[in-house]
């Protein structure tokens, strides 16, 4: 009984959380009022800062700009890539010899030293 009893009280002490956790209207509405592109994050930061007056409003805001404007490129990110190449030079020729040396002797890139 004492079991279903705690249940009971921590289930309704806990409803504020998931109740809080949703997103005014009046933050929804002011974050869509944003353009599309914005200038720069600072106008960003400056329209949540003046329009907002709590940390929770503030909150809300951001998390719904970047739900609402930021997306995952699944089709880029699942594409067949070309394999990245990249070109080196040693600055002197001295640094050539030396790692070309330690390549010999199983000393340079790539070898387990133990």
Known sequence: MWRYFILVI???TQSGIYTT???????????????D??????????????RFSNQE?????????????????????F????KFTYNFRYKT????KTEDTKDKHG???GSLQT
């Open 10 to 12: 921590f289930l309704t």
């Open 21 to 35: 956790a949703q997103i005014r209207t009046e933050v929804k509405l002011s974050m869509d009022s944003l353009p």
């Open 37 to 50: 592109k914005l200038p720069s994050i600072g106008n960003l930061a400056a329209h949540i800062h003046h």
């Open 57 to 77: 409003d503030m909150t809300a805001a951001i998390y719904y700009w970047i739900a609402k404007n930021i997306a995952f490129d699944s089709k880029e990110h």
């Open 79 to 82: 594409a067949k890539k070309k």
């Open 93 to 96: 020729q001295d640094e050539k």
């Open 107 to 109: 000393i340079g890139r």
